[in-house]
């Protein structure tokens, strides 16, 4: 059985750092783009970033454009999302997502598998 757990949530005030990790396990994600989605109440599941299985290839949401930063580690299954300079606005539950295929997509219907979810709560 599939399995993403994501860990690192936590509530930090406004301009500080949170690393999210998503392990993966049941299989091997050979050739699956990895991508981090958030939601916030009332609003609707949003792309944040992603990344080829090879690593070659990332993509982010303006909105985290030179603040957040995804990267992969292949041995131990494992996509991680840096958050600096966090914003009140990046408030919401964070979910890591995977997918078959060669190119990262920003679509979350896309995604075949997904993680419970982990909350982030920065406060001003």
């Known amino acids: 059985q599939v399995q993403l757990v994501e860990s690192g949530g936590g509530s930090v005030q406004a301009g500080g750092s949170l690393r999210l990790s998503c392990a993966a396990s049941?299989?091997?994600?050979?050739?699956?783009?990895r991508g981090w989605f958030r939601q916030a109440p009332g609003k609707e599941r949003e792309f944040v970033a992603g990344?080829?299985?090879?690593?070659?290839?990332?993509a982010y949401a303006d909105s985290v454009k030179g603040r957040f930063t995804i990267s992969g580690d292949n041995a131990k299954n494992t996509v991680y999302l840096k958050m600096n300079s966090l914003k009140p606005e990046d408030t919401a539950v964070y979910y890591c997502?995977?997918?078959?295929?060669?190119?990262?997509?920003?679509?979350?219907?896309?995604?075949?598998?997904w993680g419970q979810g982990t909350q982030v709560t920065v406060s001003s």
């Open positions: 997502a995977a997918r078959r295929g060669a190119t990262v997509s920003s679509t979350p219907g896309a995604y075949e598998y």
């Open positions: 049941g299989r091997t994600f050979s050739n699956y783009g």
């Open positions: 990344i080829k299985w090879s690593g070659s290839s990332t």
